[in-house]
């Protein structure tokens, strides 16, 4: 059951959409200093979720933040190069780092404790 839901998921659109701000993530580079786990140059993405949150309001906030960055939001870190792109983008990019980037860790999760918590 859990895995017919799973497969519908995937192929829903918003899935496509993830997709590209994935896309975007590897393209320009973010992943040089960010991942969605853990700390590099820059803080995990989880950090960055969590402290604001998936609303949209989150997401276009976030956006802005990509294209011009406000490093005394976090102390500590170096300084995040601003992103000269379209706003569409950095939304895009904004709801990876908020929402998918987090959700890749749930399902890969989810798919572990499959056979234990469906099946036996
Ligand atoms: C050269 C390293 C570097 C690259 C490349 C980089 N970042 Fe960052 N990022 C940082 C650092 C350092 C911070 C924390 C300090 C700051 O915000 O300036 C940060 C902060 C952030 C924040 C939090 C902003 C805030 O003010 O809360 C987001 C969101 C983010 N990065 C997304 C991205 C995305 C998306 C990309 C790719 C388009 C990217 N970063 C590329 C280093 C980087």
């Not at 017919?4 to 918003?14: A, E, K, N, R, Y």
């Not at 140059?41 to 956006?63: D, H, L, W």
């Amino acid at each position: 059951m859990l895995l017919m839901v799973l497969i519908i998921l995937s192929t829903l659109p918003i899935f496509s959409y993830a997709d590209e701000g994935k896309q975007l993530y590897m393209k320009y580079n973010c992943s040089g200093c960010h991942s969605p786990y853990e700390r590099r140059t820059g803080p995990s993405f989880k950090e960055i979720s969590q402290r604001y949150g998936t609303s949209q309001k989150a997401i276009e906030k976030v956006a802005k933040l990509i294209i011009k960055p406000n490093p005394s939001n976090w102390p500590g870190f170096a300084y995040m190069p601003p992103y000269n792109i379209p706003y569409e983008e950095a939304l895009k990019l904004a709801e990876y780092v908020l929402i998918h980037s987090q959700k890749e860790k749930k399902k890969e999760k989810n798919l572990n404790s499959l056979p234990s918590s469906e099946f036996f």
